[in-house]
């Protein structure tokens, strides 16, 4: 039974930071298609940052600079590394993973806030 299980979300203040981590059962990372999605209240579900099964990083324009995804192979997990966050990346963040034949496993969410 394949799993994906994100951590790491709460509230934080504006110019604040957070890691996200999913973690992975029954699948592995490597060799697939990985991303990092939020929606927010009232918003479609928008692609954050990925990875592609080559190692190529892609980012929303509105993190670049701030969010950084990686990899951990030995862990069998990807994170999400947020950094001078605004009340703008407030959202339920998910993790994606896509099969080479574009079936695709998601998390569950966390929430992350971030308000003074």
């Known amino acids: 039974q394949v799993q994906l299980v994100e951590s790491g979300g709460g509230l934080v203040q504006p110019g604040g930071s957070l890691r996200l981590s999913c973690a992975a059962s029954?699948?592995?990372?490597?060799?697939?298609?990985i991303g990092w999605y939020r929606q927010a209240p009232g918003k479609q579900r928008e692609l954050v940052a990925g990875i592609s099964p080559y190692g190529d990083l892609s980012y929303a324009n509105s993190v670049k600079g701030r969010f950084t995804i990686s990899t951990d192979n030995a862990k069998n997990t990807v994170s999400l590394q947020m950094d001078n966050l605004q009340p703008e990346d407030t959202a339920v963040y998910y993790c994606?993973?896509?099969?080479?034949?574009?079936?695709?496993?998601w998390g569950q969410g966390t929430q992350v806030t971030v308000s003074s």
């Open positions: 029954g699948i592995t990372f490597s060799t697939n298609t």
């Open positions: 994606r993973l896509q099969l080479p034949s574009f079936f695709v496993y």
